[in-house]
């Protein structure tokens, strides 16, 4: 009976000690000393602003509730106690994606310097982020961020001697200056993208055509074309000159910080 009490102990000791005796762990146990796995690619806490970035990630137009719950590693039943639906889900992706981007600082520098500066970064913002820009031509984001924004405005400018409609009405020329320049280069983009680059079509066309047509496209051509970043600038710094002097100011004030 010795020996059977034995190879008792000695299972029991296998059990206990399997990975000192086997160079393994006990099926279904982690080794000593080293935390379970996590689930790869699942964030470890849902909230709103994980979504978001997940819909970021995804391409907001290839994000669906069922995408997006996936990624997530949730149910999309799960995914509806934080959003009511694919608009909401495009809403905040949008509004997150807004807010990673940092406005010009007040930092007392000249009031034309303050609206370049937003005006670029307005550009920037929908440029390299052109769902992000479609989202706002359809009216979908809140006035919770906007009123903010105009409040902002308001302050800078009446610092420096702007009324209050004088102050929106400058911050709305730029303003649409950079959404004009944002309309032009995301068709540019998609033009060049789909193999029709404006330029080469312009020449294709007047290749077609005898050389007594389309004088002003040929006279066009034969200038250095500004990109449309360039252009921008220059109508930006046009813009702001005549506020300038329709504010009784030298427009040398604007011309110096146009560069």
């Known amino acids: 009976m010795a020996p059977a009490r034995r190879s008792e102990a000695a299972t029991s000791a296998a059990g206990t000690h399997g990975t000192r005796l086997t160079g393994k762990p006990p099926e279904g146990k982690p080794p000593e000393g080293k935390p379970p796995p996590r689930r790869v690619g699942r964030p470890s806490r849902i909230d709103r602003r994980a979504i978001a970035e997940t819909v970021l990630a995804i391409g907001l137009e290839h994000a669906s509730m069922k995408a997006v719950a996936a990624h997530l590693g949730i149910s999309v039943p799960g995914l509806y106690h934080h959003v009511r639906n694919r608009k909401e889900l495009l809403l905040l992706a949008a509004e997150h994606s807004l807010s990673r981007n940092i406005p010009p600082e007040d ?43 105009i409040d902002s405005v308001i302050t800078v400018l009446t610092r420096q001697g702007f009324g209050v409609a004088d102050a929106m009405a400058a911050w709305g020329s730029v303003t649409r200056a950079a959404l004009g320049s944002v309309v032009q ?3 540019l983009r998609a033009a060049t993208e789909a193999g029709h680059p404006p330029l080469a079509e312009l020449l294709r066309l007047l290749a077609e055509r005898p050389a007594d047509q ?26 702001l ?13 604007v011309l110096a910080g146009s560069h």
């Open 107 to 149: 930092r007392g520098q000249h009031w034309s310097e303050w609206l370049r500066e937003w005006a670029r970064y307005t550009r920037s913002a929908f440029v390299e982020q052109p769902e992000v820009f479609a989202q706002f031509l359809s009216g979908a984001l809140s006035w919770d961020q906007m009123v903010d924004v």
């Open 241 to 253: 000159v005549g506020i300038a002097v329709r504010r009784g100011e030298s427009p040398e004030d």
């Open 214 to 239: 389309l004088a002003g496209v040929r006279a066009l051509l034969d200038t250095a074309p500004a990109g449309t970043e360039d252009a921008f600038e220059d109508e930006l710094t046009t813009l």
């Open 185 to 187: 280069e995301i068709r």
